[in-house]
């Protein structure tokens, strides 16, 4: 079982959990991300998850339809907006939400048996199933919490979200060559606090004198993942490198993306 599979099937339920009380109405609501509605936000996590389940089990079809799924991440706010509405057959509301609900499921059940090892397509280069999985329970935690903000929710985060900072490492490098950025050394020091209080720590072996990152890792988990600008958490970050790193992080693919300006991304209250 690939245990990230795990991870995403927790993070859908509290999701839907989140969801599942709202008027027809509030799926109307503008976020704080991009303005995106919160049909806008289920509608894109509901046609990657189609479409996650579909390189592994038809990867034939998914190749058929791959070339257009590049053009759509290079294209306008709008065309993406238009072009994940009619993948999502317009569907809207309670009706997109369980529908995205049902997705969901298969795809947890989907990568849960498969080999880990398995190489299937995507938008971007061919990935490990394990790595695909990864990205869609980074994908729902992230896009979910523009809905936790909207509607005045804080998120209780548990362990699985370490597959989350674990991706935000392993981007280091990328986030730098993604923008044409020469690298500035190696990567910090990392050590977080976990949901479970537990401490998880990467590159104590290697990371140069000075470079270090410490603090809880929801706090992490939300800058690689740019839910939130790193100067609105608590993280302690030192050192050139890490500073110029959480300055940009971003673990997720496409071409470059800058982090929410620094008090834009909120709980809303009332």
Excluded at 73 to 80: G, L, P, Q
Excluded at 165 to 180: Q, V
Aim: hydrophobic share 45%; net charge negative; aromatic share 8%.
């Amino acid at each position: 079982m690939i245990p990230e599979a795990v991870g995403f099937a927790l993070e859908c339920e509290a999701t839907y959990d989140l969801m599942k009380h709202l008027d027809s109405a509030d799926y109307d609501r503008r976020t704080q991300f991009k303005g995106w509605t919160i049909n806008d936000i289920m509608q894109h996590l509901y046609v990657g998850d189609v479409r996650a389940r579909q390189t592994l089990i038809d990867p034939d079809g998914y190749a058929k339809i791959r070339a257009g799924r590049q053009a759509v991440v290079a294209a306008t706010t709008a065309d993406i907006l238009s072009n994940q509405r009619e993948a999502a057959d317009n569907l809207a509301g309670r009706a997109l939400l369980e529908a995205w609900r049902a997705s969901a499921v298969k795809i947890g059940d989907a990568y849960a048996q498969a080999d880990p090892k398995q190489r299937v397509q995507w938008v971007g280069p061919d990935m490990s199933a394990r790595s695909s999985i990864t990205a869609r329970l980074m994908e729902t935690w992230a896009h979910s919490q523009a809905l936790y903000d909207l509607l005045g929710c804080e998120r209780v985060d548990r362990d699985h979200i370490q597959a989350i900072a674990h991706l935000g490492i392993i981007t280091f490098s990328w986030t730098f060559a993604n923008r044409g950025i020469e690298q500035p050394g190696l990567p910090p020091l990392i050590r977080l606090t976990a949901p479970s209080g537990d401490v998880w720590e990467w590159n104590a072996e290697r990371a140069p004198a000075g470079e270090i990152i410490v603090g809880s890792a929801t706090d992490f988990c939300q800058v690689v993942a740019q839910t939130r600008n790193v100067a609105d958490v608590s993280l302690s970050v030192r050192g050139n490198t890490a500073t110029a790193w959480m300055a940009m992080a971003q673990c997720f693919a496409g071409p470059p993306n800058d982090p929410p300006l620094p008090g834009s991304r909120f709980i809303q209250i009332g």
